[in-house]
């Protein structure tokens, strides 16, 4: 089983260049979400779906956009990359169903925006 | 938004029991307690989650106050990989949607595990 998988790993941006990671899972869940984890901090939400064709803002939502065109993949994309946006990135993903429910998250991105 | 307090950090020796405690005296009777864990340069993990009653499972138990308002997890032999960052997280998947439904990770605990 694969789980949440992220893509890339790494990587090192120039600021004002633009990205897009990509978030898979294969459990057939409904809601996706992307965090940022900045160091010694805890997780922080940008945006998640609660469906296929759907996304909504999280917490910390400014200068990143997502797309969710299938219900197996979250698209999180900076378009004009800032140096504040150095952070681990974690996608997340979760079956929702009455209280039993467990999110997976991914391995995470390190980004880092020079 | 009910939240959790935690202690910054734990230490622990191996092969002895950690009881890591979470405080939320602001808990709804619809919130869950969850637990998940961060090991080192890795995403959050799942550990292990409940309502009212006291859970167990294969990675560790969770006792709940009878007033539900602290929780403790409990690890009965701690080695050296259950060293993470714990976090203790309430959840409401009975009147919230969207937004609500996100796990709202505090800065948790830091386990030390110690040979």
């Known amino acids: 089983n694969a789980g949440v998988t992220q893509t890339p790993k790494f990587r090192v941006l120039k600021t004002g260049q633009s990205m897009t990671l990509l978030c898979a899972q294969d459990m057939n869940h409904e809601y996706m979400y992307w965090y940022r984890q900045d160091p010694g901090m805890g997780l922080r939400l940008i945006h998640y779906s609660v469906g296929e064709g759907t996304t909504a803002k999280g917490e910390v939502p400014d200068g990143y956009n997502v797309s969710r065109l299938k219900k197996q993949n979250f698209l999180l994309g900076l378009e004009s990359a800032a140096p504040s946006q150095t952070s681990v990135y974690f996608c997340?993903?979760?079956?929702?169903?009455?209280?039993?429910?467990?999110?997976?998250f991914g391995q995470g991105t390190r980004l880092t925006v020079v | 938004d009910a939240k959790t307090t935690q202690p910054n950090s734990m230490e622990s020796n191996e092969e002895e029991p950690v009881h890591l405690p979470c405080n939320h005296s602001?808990?709804?009777?619809?919130?869950?307690i969850h637990w998940y864990r961060q090991l080192p340069s890795q995403g959050p993990e799942y550990v292990i989650h409940?309502?009212?009653s006291n859970v167990n499972n294969r990675m560790a138990s969770l006792a709940i106050a009878e007033d539900r308002k602290s929780s403790t997890l409990i690890l009965h032999r701690a080695t050296l990989r259950d060293a993470a960052v714990y976090y203790c997280?309430?959840?409401?998947?009975?009147?919230?949607?969207?937004?609500?439904?996100?796990?709202?990770f505090g800065s948790g605990t830091q386990l030390t595990v110690l040979p």
């Open positions: 997340a993903s979760s079956y929702e169903t009455g209280g039993i429910t467990e999110a997976f």
């Open positions: 602001t808990i709804s009777g619809t919130d869950y």
């Open positions: 409940g309502l009212t």
């Open positions: 997280i309430l959840r409401d998947v009975v009147h919230s949607s969207g937004s609500a439904r996100q796990l709202t």
